[in-house]
């Protein structure tokens, strides 16, 4: 260490890179001339253009290389590398120790795969599905068959935050989903499970990368990741930006996307540990509704699904904003214990306009829901103007080793406070028209003095909350996981009809027991009994009790499971489940009630591994037995949950072709059974098969590492539905038709 070293990071101790001036023109303060819609503009393109210019960059370097001819890179990697994860208790651990089934994707694996979205990422696994992820809106997934709450079940470093649009993944060293009950460690979260996001952090050696790729029907998308240290090696930097102007493979559901963001660390001292991050995207896209039954009874045909009923020359994107910071301090108390506070603040904002497909008035007495039998179907101009939401909380715990005779434990204990505030106005939701599923209609559109109504806080929740697992180490073979945690739940809820707000407090006690046995080093089994704790749903649109909140349940589960090394190439992970909790829908007085119970059980197997030195592979495999009882209600009783298969797959392998070296080829397959659309069942959607190849060249290019990729998704163009939903009357999203796309990825 220097014998003398400042206090604070000197930007004059920061070798800047090629592309930063340009990105620290684009972020400059706008002037007197410049509006909103230019600076974006700006920000966009300047983005995109930093990574394009970097491969230029790179390409003059490697002229001026006393080795200009290209070398091969050879580069090998696992599906699923990433051996450790946070979510699976109060700290990272070894995923193989932890009695959960637990899915980590890490940064390789998301450049590997060019996975962009957590769309992209989540379908290589069989317990997740997607629960309305319409093109264009918010990102929304089901986890073991229960769809995920998106004002809980999303978290950044375990922190809430909306899942209301799309998750940036620019910033984030991998995606970990931790499938089942999460009440020990996160509280309030729906039975299914969370998805979390850790972010990036600071890297010792220089970090200079930059991608540029072109998909779809023209989308360009760019990307940039700096990071390393200052002079004074205590500090930290990791820069991300990206940007992108979306194509989608829905026609004319267009938009872009910005995205900035920046962490620091400082190793106050040996003991110490200060972190930052900070970041901002805006997002503007037009949304792609989904389609109805025709006559509320027949699933459409001969529909395409690159078709937008959102099509309407006075359609308006769906605009988000979204900016996040967080803190974290970490202080060493001695050499097994750790003492740690961290915070998060999370602001999001969207406009929601769309030209909303629903109904048919055009035959007999009309269907509500249902389009008609010619596939005409009634458009609703739908704005919701200034949504805000703005969670935030804060946690301490203490977490330390030692032992009581021959016994061991690994004790954590804490506390943690969080709060959300949610605001809105009255939404329009007019009738304007009528167009048609196969021949698209112009619906006129009279502006009028339609607007939102004022914007008010209509939701507030509070979240107390005292926790403390401990690890025993009972023998050496076996292991006891032991928690509780205690949580109080105030909320504060407008009601339209009352004409004021209805106040809930209630307070639970979530334990969480689990036992670890370790038949061999490579080996283990495990049984888990937990508790966890949901918010009730929101009654959807056009019913009678409209926004209001059922109030908060708990849940119930039971698994066993196993998780083994085979040999040294093979990994295998398996669990059996059977997680409870009241069931919520629309009656027949159109009314939203929780009634009765669902039963979800089910099996999981994850498995990966090398065939052969040049061939990997992976398989993620679910069935899933779901049941709604204890209704009194004949035509639902003993019937399917919604959207959830009976059984999913996804599969990938991939190949290293010897004769050229560098070159890697690989296939995925992926299998829905078929789903129930209605609680009532009375239609189903079909089962469907997609596959998808891909390929990667790695090279050397001078001092720069150069990553080419390729890859066509739903390669035979097969149609099909993978959405289904009973929500807003009930909606069918199809799947996307084949897509192409195509990267560059430099490495210096």
């Known amino acids: 260490m220097p014998a003398k070293e400042s206090a604070t990071p000197s930007l004059s101790l920061f070798a800047l890179p090629p592309l930063a001036p340009a990105l620290i023109k684009a972020a400059r303060q706008p002037s007197a001339r410049e509006d909103?819609?230019?600076?974006?503009?700006?920000?966009?393109?300047?983005?995109?253009?930093?990574?394009?210019?970097?491969?230029?960059?790179?390409?003059?370097?490697?002229?001026?290389?006393?080795h200009p001819v290209a070398e091969v890179v050879v580069t090998?990697?696992?599906?699923?590398?990433?051996?450790?994860?946070?979510?699976?208790?109060?700290?990272?651990?070894?995923?193989?120790?932890?009695?959960?089934?637990?899915?980590?994707?890490?940064?390789?694996?998301?450049?590997?795969?060019?996975?962009?979205?957590?769309?992209?990422?989540?379908?290589?696994?069989?317990?997740?599905?997607?629960?309305?992820?319409?093109?264009?809106?918010?990102?929304?997934?089901?986890?073991?068959g229960f769809a995920l709450d998106n004002n809980y079940s999303y978290r950044k470093d375990g922190f809430a935050i909306p899942g209301d649009t799309q998750i940036p993944l620019e910033n984030k060293e991998r995606i970990e989903v931790l499938k089942g009950l999460a009440g020990l460690t996160s509280g309030i979260a729906t039975p299914?499970?969370?998805?979390?996001?850790?972010?990036?952090?600071?890297?010792?050696?220089?970090?200079?990368?930059?991608?540029?790729?072109?998909?779809?029907?023209?989308?360009?998308?760019?990307?940039?990741?700096?990071?390393?240290?200052?002079?004074?090696?205590?500090?930290?930097?990791?820069?991300?930006?990206?940007?992108?102007?979306?194509?989608?493979?829905?026609?004319?559901?267009?938009?872009?996307?910005?995205?900035?963001?920046?962490?620091?660390?400082?190793?106050?001292?040996?003991?110490?540990?200060?972190?930052?991050?900070?970041?901002?995207?805006r997002k503007a896209q037009i949304t792609a509704p989904g389609f109805q039954l025709i006559r509320n009874e027949a699933l459409p045909t001969g529909v395409s699904a690159k078709t937008l009923l959102n099509d309407q020359p006075w359609t308006r994107p769906v605009t988000t904003k979204d900016s996040n910071l967080g803190l974290r301090f970490e202080y060493r108390l001695a050499p097994d214990w750790t003492a740690t506070v961290a915070g998060n603040k999370h602001w999001f904002k969207r406009d929601d306009y769309t030209a909303f497909p629903y109904g048919c008035s055009?035959?007999?007495?009309?269907?509500y829901p249902g389009f008609c039998s010619n596939g005409d179907y009634d458009v609703y101009d739908y704005q919701s103007t200034g949504e805000r939401k703005s969670p935030w909380g804060v946690q301490a715990q203490v977490q330390g080793k030692f032992a009581t005779g021959a016994v061991r434990h690994a004790l954590t204990v804490g506390a943690s406070y969080s709060e959300r505030h949610d605001s809105n106005g009255d939404y329009v939701y007019d009738y304007v028209g009528y167009s048609n599923i196969w021949n698209p209609l112009v619906t006129p559109h009279v502006p009028a003095d339609?607007?939102?109504?004022?914007?008010?806080?209509?939701?507030?929740?509070?979240?107390?909350?005292?926790?403390?697992?401990?690890i025993i180490g009972l023998t050496d073979a076996l292991?006891?996981?032991?928690?509780?945690?205690?949580?109080?739940?105030?909320?504060?809820?407008?009601?339209?009809?009352?004409?004021?707000?209805?106040?809930?407090?209630?307070?639970?006690?979530?334990?969480?027991?689990a036992l670890v046995f370790a038949a061999t080093r490579d080996w283990n089994v495990y049984g888990t009994v937990s508790h966890g704790l949901q918010h009730g749903g929101i009654a959807p649109m056009q019913t009678t009790n409209e926004a209001q909140v059922l109030a908060p349940q708990r849940s119930r589960q039971i698994e066993i499971g196993t998780k083994a090394v085979v040999a040294r190439d093979v990994t295998l992970s398996a669990a059996l489940f059977q997680i409870r909790q009241g069931l919520e829908y629309t009656d027949a007085n159109n009314t939203y009630v929780r009634n009765g119970r669902e039963t979800h059980r089910g099996i999981e197997l994850t498995a990966q591994g090398k065939a052969t030195p040049a061939l990997d592979w992976s398989v993620s495999l679910m069935g899933l037995n779901t049941r709604q009882e204890g209704t009194g209600q004949a035509g639902?009783?003993?019937?399917?949950?919604?959207?959830?298969?009976?059984?999913?797959?996804?599969?990938?392998?991939?190949?290293?072709?010897?004769?050229?070296p560098g070159l890697k080829l690989d296939g995925t397959w992926q299998y829905s059974g078929k789903k129930a659309f209605d609680v009532e069942n009375?239609?189903?959607?079909?089962?469907?098969?997609?596959?998808?190849?891909g390929a990667s060249y790695g090279l050397k290019w001078g001092a720069t590492n150069v990553t080419l990729r390729a890859r066509a998704d739903n390669l035979f163009d097969k149609f099909y539905w993978r959405d289904v939903t009973p929500a807003l009357g009930g909606y069918l999203l199809p799947g996307a038709p084949r897509t192409l796309r195509a990267s560059a990825q430099f490495d210096f």
């Open 36 to 66: 909103e819609q230019t600076m974006r503009t700006q920000l966009k393109y300047s983005i995109l253009a930093c990574a394009i210019a970097q491969a230029f960059l790179t390409h003059a370097h490697a002229q001026d290389s006393a």
């Open 76 to 144: 090998g990697n696992r599906f699923i590398a990433t051996d450790r994860a946070s979510v699976g208790g109060f700290g990272e651990a070894s995923l193989f120790d932890t009695p959960a089934s637990i899915t980590a994707i890490g940064r390789t694996q998301m450049q590997d795969l060019s996975i962009r979205s957590t769309t992209d990422a989540l379908r290589y696994d069989a317990s997740v599905a997607d629960a309305y992820n319409a093109v264009g809106y918010a990102e929304q997934f089901s986890i073991r």
């Open 192 to 281: 299914g499970g969370i998805v979390n996001y850790v972010t990036k952090r600071p890297t010792s050696a220089p970090l200079r990368s930059a991608t540029v790729e072109v998909s779809e029907r023209g989308t360009l998308y760019g990307t940039v990741d700096l990071g390393g240290r200052f002079e004074d090696r205590r500090f930290g930097y990791r820069v991300n930006a990206a940007a992108a102007d979306l194509h989608p493979t829905v026609r004319g559901a267009n938009g872009d996307r910005q995205f900035v963001s920046a962490a620091f660390d400082w190793q106050i001292t040996p003991d110490a540990l200060l972190q930052l991050d900070m970041d901002y995207q």
């Open 362 to 367: 055009n035959e007999g007495a009309g269907y």
């Open 450 to 470: 339609r607007v939102t109504g004022p914007v008010f806080e209509r939701r507030s929740d509070e979240e107390r909350a005292l926790f403390a697992q401990d």
């Open 479 to 513: 292991t006891l996981h032991a928690g509780l945690r205690h949580v109080q739940i105030k909320r504060s809820e407008y009601v339209k009809d009352l004409g004021g707000t209805v106040q809930g407090d209630d307070t639970f006690l979530l334990p969480s027991v």
């Open 636 to 660: 639902i009783d003993g019937k399917r949950v919604t959207d959830v298969p009976t059984f999913k797959s996804t599969a990938w392998v991939q190949y290293a072709v010897a004769a050229i």
């Open 682 to 693: 009375t239609v189903f959607v079909p089962d469907y098969h997609v596959f998808g190849i």
